[in-house]
């Protein structure tokens, strides 16, 4: 597995008479087990690199290669599976549809992805049950909190065992303790499952769960050096039983 290769990806817009370049020369190697930060103002074009990672966007010219095969260069029915199966994508909110229980929201991807078999099935729950929420499997949406939908999101976005994880704000609309804790659940899952994993961010608070960080400023991406800070025990201890708790 190669992971997640953007080489010299550019991606230009047009605007009346004139030509926006949201993304310049933007290279990136993601390697599996990798879990990595992107932060920037807003309009830098941090959006737009993850919606040309996940196959949501064609680049205007560059490759874009998840484990040797240049998803740029696919075709229309190809990139739809991809989409569907090579990637997972969790995002601001969590988008559970609220007619649907924990496990069925699983259970519905995988449907659509052609896997709906026992062992499917089984996965599904045992995500759920390593995220916290094995005695949540019947509740619906508005019976979750914040926190808890949004570990929905997370065990959905790998449930495919997709290579790829893209999350684009994902603690956007949670409290400190939860953002906390939802991001190093999405780090667990990444390294126990070896998934190369991008982030969007502007909480920088969060950097320190994440492997490298990387800048977006104006379409040019440029890695930052990233500050060694050791995570309290007291911090860990006090997540610890605040996930425990939840």
Not at 201 to 206: C, G, P, W
């Amino acid at each position: 597995m190669t992971g997640l290769v953007l080489d010299k990806v550019t991606k230009s817009f047009k605007e009346g008479d004139s030509t926006v370049q949201a993304l310049q020369e933007v290279s990136l190697q993601v390697e599996p087990g990798e879990f990595i930060a992107i932060i920037g103002p807003s309009g830098s074009g941090k959006s737009t690199l993850l919606s040309i990672a996940g196959a949501l966007l064609q680049p205007t010219s560059g490759s874009v290669v998840v484990n040797n095969t240049d998803i740029a260069k696919l075709k229309e029915k190809d990139l739809s599976s991809f989409r569907l199966t090579g990637v997972g994508f969790i995002l601001q909110t969590s988008n559970l549809i609220p007619y649907l229980n924990v496990l069925d929201q699983l259970l519905l991807v995988l449907q659509m992805s052609g896997k709906v078999s026992e062992q499917n099935k089984a996965f599904a729950k045992q995500l759920l049950t390593e995220l916290g929420l094995g005695n949540k499997l019947e509740k619906f949406p508005n019976e979750l909190s914040g926190g808890e939908r949004q570990r929905v999101a997370i065990a959905r976005a790998f449930v495919n065992n997709s290579d790829i994880i893209l999350a684009d704000e994902p603690t956007a609309s949670l409290d400190s303790n939860r953002a906390f804790e939802v991001v190093k659940l999405i780090r667990k899952e990444v390294k126990e499952r070896n998934k190369a994993a991008v982030m969007v961010t502007h909480d920088e608070r969060m950097l320190e769960f994440c492997d490298k960080v990387y800048r977006m400023e104006d379409g040019v991406l440029k890695q930052k050096k990233k500050k060694k800070r050791c995570i309290s025990l007291y911090k860990e201890v006090r997540l610890f039983y605040y996930f425990q708790g939840n």
